[in-house]
């Protein structure tokens, strides 16, 4: 089936080289800036770099909002990568700001007592919690690259489908429920893995995109 996908820009995404990765994927994916751009799209993808509190401003002044709030209570299918994820949730420690509660949860900073440097930049393996489009059961511990200060802490623990070691502690790396999913590290930058997942994502929508439980 056609795919019309929609990538939100608000200023703080690494839109380049999500667009680079869905073209090798033969996928277009017009930008989103307002809401009169959403006419037509299928599935949507929430990128993000940078604060939680300057980012919600941003999106905010797009008038998107109400519109991504209608888009996941209605589980349209939509993809949050790295501080994208992030804003799905209710709250976050990095600012004061309410992000868009899609999911149920909060945004803590990374444990301080882990032994590991924070920011987290840098390549890890997932471990799986549950199944969702991204992942895929044939390769339960792909390495992919992440670059955070904070991780979502789901109220739901069947929201969580993957997470990360840092240190000697597991982290938030893939959340989903129905349609909405996201993933804390940066599929577009995690070579072959995160192409794989991102072309498991869109052949799910391409096949009726079955809510995930």
């Not at 033969?26 to 939680?52: R, T």
């Not at 008038?63 to 709030?69: A, S």
């Not at 990568?81 to 868009?100: A, R, T, Y």
């Not at 069947?158 to 240190?167: R, V």
Request: charged share 20%; with cysteine; aromatic share 6%.
């Amino acid at each position: 089936m056609s795919l019309n996908l929609g990538l939100i820009d608000y200023g703080m995404g690494n839109l380049h080289s999500v667009e680079k990765c869905l073209e090798r994927l033969d996928q277009g994916c017009p930008l989103i800036h307002d809401a009169d751009d959403l006419e037509g799209v299928d599935a949507l993808i929430l990128p993000g770099v940078g604060a939680f509190d300057p980012a919600m401003a941003n999106l905010r002044a797009t008038g998107l909002v109400p519109h991504l709030l209608r888009w996941g209570q209605e589980d349209r299918p939509l993809l949050g990568i790295c501080l994208g994820l992030q804003l799905l949730f209710e709250q976050s420690d990095e600012g004061s700001d309410p992000g868009l509660g899609l999911l149920g949860g909060r945004v803590s900073r990374l444990p301080s007592n882990s032994g590991e440097r924070i920011p987290h930049m840098g390549w890890a393996p997932l471990k799986h919690h549950g199944s969702c489009p991204l992942l895929s059961s044939d390769a339960p511990s792909e390495w992919v690259y992440f670059v955070h200060s904070y991780a979502a802490v789901p109220t739901d623990r069947n929201d969580l489908k993957a997470s990360a070691p840092f240190g000697d502690q597991e982290v938030t790396a893939v959340v989903w429920r129905g349609r909405v999913g996201a993933c804390q590290f940066h599929p577009e930058k995690s070579s072959d893995a995160g192409e794989q997942m991102l072309k498991r994502w869109l052949t799910w929508l391409r096949n009726g995109a079955e809510p995930c439980p």
